[in-house]
Every structure is written in C-alpha cells, then in structure tokens.
C-alpha cells in the first residue's frame, strides 16, 4: 500500500534564533520527526515524506543545512518544493546530491508509486508572497498526467489556488489557476490536491479534486475572518499530513507534531 507524510512549512531560522522572535521552528520539526519515527510501527511502510514549501524563513544556504540535519534523522526518504519563503538556487544547491532535484529550472518533480502517482510543482515567485505557475510547471504535470494513465494522484504545492476566508493570505494565494484546473480535470482518475502556505487545515474542493491545505509543522496564520484582520500568527501546536492508499481511494489524515506516547483502552475503571 503506498503511503506519504506531508509535512509543510516548516520554516527554519538559523540556530538559536526564534522565527519571528516567537516561535522555536526548529524545535517543532524535531517533534515532528521524533513523532513519525516513534509511531512508524504503527503505521507500516511509509514511501515518502513530501514537504510543501517555506522549507527555510529567509532561505540562506545556513538555514537548508539546518533543516536537512533535522530531516536527517528520518530513515525516510525526504523530497521539497519551495514555498515564498524559500529561493531556488539556494533550495536547489541544498539538495544538488538528490536525483530528484532539477538542474536547472523550476524545482517541479515526480514519483510514480503502486496504488498513486505523486506530481509536485514549483509556485515561487522570487520576491513576491503570491504563488504562480510557471508554464514549465504546467506542461510538467500535463505530460506526467498522461504518461501515469489512469492512476490516482496526489498533486502537491505550497499556494494553494482556493480562498480559506484569510483575506492576508487568500490574496496571496495561487494566482492565474484556471489552467490547472483544467489540467486537473483531464485527468480520467482520482485527483488530490495538497498544498500548505497557510499553516492551518483547509479542506474544500478544486473541480474534481479535494484540495487540502496541511497545517504547518509549528505556527499557524490566525484564523480571523474579518475583512480588516491585524495579519498574526498563533501558537497552536503544530501537525503534518498522512495520505495513504485504502480500499479505492486516497485517505488524508492529520497527525499532531508531538504528543504524549500514553495509550488508554477504552474502558472506563471500575
Ligand atoms: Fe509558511
Ligand atoms: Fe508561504
């Protein structure tokens, strides 16, 4: 049965800093690792771990180092697109000893598995908060669509191309995705759409696809839904995704980044 981890914006500062001055990144991604390796033999085999975008705050090569060391522990292997926190050449420089990663170009990849085929694209738009694609990015997942047939697939980026409500985010989210939405319903089999970028769980649906957004491995972008919103984060505990292959179709779950190991049965004392 295929089965990946999704796990989003992490966003990695340097040693001994806090993001933002609040928030302890790399601590929070520790936890998550330690939280997948510790519960791995619950769960079976695990293919891959994807992570959509804001890998780094500022993408400086100190901060890639910082998170492949991380990421390190996992005995998994660990692929990333960039989120509009990241810059390609140095995401691309990080992680030049991996095959997946293109030489040159968008960092758009592939990887074809038993029950599904996964398709992740690059959204960056250097110097702006807004995603795009880029027309490499679109013809990539055309011509990977058709040569995976009638095989389910994830599609997974950073901006997610549907509004959630948060005005500071929502026009900063996928711009121009009418083309791939038109992509995504060419496709004669089940389509699942992960995104990140605003650390918080979102589900609605993208034509034929369910759109997810995964929460991030740390902060999350407050939920507040009025028009004129102050644009903060909150410290709600972080989580990371599961999609996995069962019976016929693809199942999502949400797993806290870090919890205790206690287990109850569901039995009340007497
Ligand atoms: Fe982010
Ligand atoms: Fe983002």
Known sequence: MTRIIQLSDPHIVPEGTLCYGVVDTGKALQQAVATINRNLPLWGKVDMVIVTGDITDFGTAEEYARFRSIMADLALPVR????????RENMR????????????????????????GLICLDTLVEGHHHGELQPDALAFLSDTLKNLGSKPVVVGMHHP???????????????????LSKIIESHPAEVRLVCGHVHRSVTRSFGKAIGLIAPGTSHTVTIDQRVENPHTLSLEPGAFM????????????IIAGNYSDERHPFTTPV
């Open 93 to 116: 420089t990080a992680f030049q000893d991996q095959d997946w990663m293109p030489e040159s170009g968008g960092i758009n990849w592939s990887a074809e598995f038993s029950d599904f």
């Open 80 to 87: 990333v697109v960039p989120g509009n926190h990241d810059l």
């Open 161 to 179: 191309p549907f509004n959630t409500g948060i005005i500071p985010m929502d026009i900063n989210n996928l711009r121009d995705s009418a083309e």
């Open 242 to 253: 599961m999609h996995e292959w069962r019976d016929d179709g693809i199942v999502s779950h």
